[in-house]
């Protein structure tokens, strides 16, 4: 479950998906409008619905583990909370380096700022790659989930944390998610985690997925 804002048509995963190459499927599910200016979900309901029709469709009843990297981790634990109140709960579901944003935090300037490293890493490009409807589908999407609380679910959650802060991050910068059953810490940061530290992220995820299943 990617996170809200583009990749600019790249998937969310393209970097820690091949490091499971041989021993394990992985399908990414796509938000409505995130890249191509399409109609964004009506609501949450609609969205977690979709999704989970989506799941089921691909894979029906087979076990297998929710991942989620940062707000894609409140989709994923939305989800899996659906699936879950379908009678279909999957086997797990790992939040790598996902925040819940409670609403004392949504308006902290770094976690705002968080969206913005994609178009600055990118440069001049993202402006001729980039469409204002695309844009406007993460300030929804982002809207949708202010004030949402993760509901209790009986699914074990992973999380995983980055070791390292970016720029400007305040003192207590480590990622948090309540009710997870384990933590794990991998190398690199909020962003690296899925890029040039993808395989010691991998690693985290294999290791307690072995043990799980």
């Not at 913005?116 to 204002?132: C, H, N, W, Y």
């Not at 004030?147 to 970016?166: D, K, M, Q």
């Not at 991998?186 to 991998?202: C, I, N, P, R």
């Amino acid at each position: 479950m990617p996170g809200f804002a583009t990749t600019l048509g790249r998937p969310w995963y393209a970097g820690l998906a091949p490091w499971f190459e041989g021993e394990r499927d992985v399908f990414e599910v796509r938000h409505p409008g995130v890249d191509h200016g399409d109609a964004v979900a009506r609501d949450l309901e609609s969205l977690t619905e979709a999704h989970a029709t989506a799941v089921r469709h691909q894979l029906g009843d087979r076990r297998c583990v929710l991942v989620g990297h940062s707000m894609g981790g409140t989709a994923a634990h939305a989800l899996a909370a659906r699936l879950a109140s379908l009678g279909a709960p999957r086997a797990g579901l790992v939040l790598i380096d996902s925040y819940h944003v409670i609403p004392d935090r949504e308006a902290e300037p770094w976690l705002l700022s968080l969206p913005a490293r994609i178009p600055l890493a990118v440069g001049e490009r993202f402006d001729t790659m980039v469409d204002d409807l695309t844009l406007l589908s993460l300030g929804a999407y982002t809207r949708m989930f202010r004030g949402w609380r993760p509901e209790s679910i009986e699914v074990p959650t992973l999380s995983v944390r980055a070791s390292e802060p970016l720029p400007d991050m305040p003192r207590e910068w480590r990622s948090s998610w309540p009710g997870v059953r384990d933590t794990m810490d991998t190398a690199g940061t909020h962003l690296s985690v899925l890029e040039e530290d993808a395989a010691t992220t991998a690693k985290a995820v294999r290791d307690w997925i072995d043990a799980l299943l």
